[in-house]
């Protein structure tokens, strides 16, 4: 799986699966959402905190997206960074 880059749900983030992808040598989107709340919380808290100083020093991108259909309008975005830069993170 070396040079694959991996997506997979919120269950990705079991430390058994993350770990499977990463001793694997793959790179990996993994989604977060809020049913885990003590791990959700930190991440939003971080990027939050990141976001409202503009990133500095911190290698990431990012999208925002708004889509209308059948009568709804659906807003997401995305940020990521390197998980390298994590400690980077909690400092």
Do not use: W
Request: with cysteine.
């Amino acid at each position: 799986m070396a040079g694959c880059i991996i997506t997979i749900d919120a269950m990705g983030t079991q430390t058994a699966i993350a770990s499977q992808i990463f001793n694997a040598k793959a790179d990996y989107v993994l989604a977060l959402k809020g049913n885990h709340p003590t791990l959700y919380g930190q991440v939003k808290n971080l990027f939050e905190q990141r976001f409202s100083q503009g990133f500095k020093g911190i290698i990431h991108s990012s999208d925002k997206r708004v889509e209308k259909g059948h009568h709804r309008t659906k807003k997401g975005q995305i940020c990521c960074v390197l998980i390298s830069q994590l400690q980077t993170l909690h400092n």
